[in-house]
């Protein structure tokens, strides 16, 4: 199944004129990457998504939590959070090459409806995240997935299914429990993705703690513990993530100035700005852009070509 799946994976990467980067797919909740090369950490939220590596290796830092997955395994988000991943095992002889599938939430919560015995769900909180490997009926949905690319009008109908079945495997395997967390309404999970949720849509406001944990329906002090626990970093500083992430997209794809950018996402100096900005990426705003303008490019002309 393995060869089988890289190899049509792969005819569908030089069907859209070949290369490394990130290649879209008609299926909007799918994306392909190949890197022919090591790949320095990038910063970014994670949404809910299955990402499966079919070759070379990738780690990702969830705060101090250092998970790594190689050819045939998987990483399961089930929360939006911030992370840092990057290519560890690549070169042009044997590129590194994943699959990021978005998961819907709604859809898991169906399913989980619909199972006879559910997964017990664990006490306490923890981090929304785990590696896994891809098992026979995961790669054949996925396999499905690359397939229905060749047939545009079949995306509409099988499409959900096909989801459906991913998100059935999913809660049926070993470590369906930790995605039962975001599939319970009132979940501590859910109720930290609330205050998330709020946060993403007010990030250039000042916000205190107590604001977040009404959202959430939780006292202050809980709230904290439990959103700490979960994102593996305090409110406010997922809220500067959340600052940074969005000034870099105003001056990648819009072009935004470095001052533009800051005043844009709720900072008052673009001093402060710049230097919280190079400490989190490791370079300053105005060549950050630069380097991802060149990748939005890319991006853009490979998304027009299999529209």
Not at 133 to 145: G, H, K, N, S, W
Request: aromatic share 8%; hydrophobic share 40%.
């Amino acid at each position: 199944m393995s060869s089988t799946l890289l190899a049509e994976v792969t005819a569908y990467l030089d069907s859209q004129g070949g290369g490394e980067g990130l290649f879209p797919t008609q299926l909007g909740g799918v994306h392909i990457i190949r890197s022919f090369q090591e790949r320095m950490p990038m910063r970014q939220i994670y949404r809910p998504s299955l990402c499966v590596v079919l070759k070379g290796a990738k780690e990702i830092l969830f705060g101090e939590d250092r998970l790594y997955y190689g050819a045939m395994q998987c990483l399961v988000v089930s929360m939006e959070m911030p992370a840092s991943g990057r290519v560890v095992e690549a070169s042009a002889e044997a590129p590194y090459i994943g699959i990021t599938i978005d998961l819907d939430v709604a859809m898991l919560r169906e399913v989980l409806e619909q199972l006879d015995s559910p997964p017990v769900v664990p006490a306490g909180p923890g981090p929304c995240v785990f590696v896994a490997p891809i098992d026979d009926p995961l790669a054949d949905c996925v396999q499905r997935l690359i397939r229905m690319c060749q047939t545009p009008k079949a995306i509409p109908i099988l499409y959900p299914s096909v989801m459906r079945e991913i998100c059935y495997w999913l809660l049926t395997g070993p470590n369906g429990a930790e995605l039962c967390h975001l599939a319970l309404p009132e979940s501590n999970i859910m109720r930290v993705g609330r205050a998330i949720y709020f946060l993403r849509d007010n990030y250039s406001q000042t916000l205190r703690v107590e604001q977040m944990a009404e959202v959430a329906g939780m006292s202050a002090s809980s709230f904290h513990q439990h959103f700490k626990a979960i994102t593996s970093v305090t409110p406010l500083q997922f809220q500067k993530q959340l600052r940074l992430l969005e000034a870099r997209r105003l001056m990648v794809a819009e072009a935004a100035s470095v001052e533009q950018a800051a005043y844009q996402v709720g900072y008052e100096s673009a001093s402060q700005f710049s230097r919280e900005y190079s400490r989190m990426f490791g370079v300053a705003p105005k060549q950050d852009a630069l380097n991802h303008q060149r990748m939005y490019s890319q991006y853009a002309s490979r998304k027009a070509r299999s529209a």
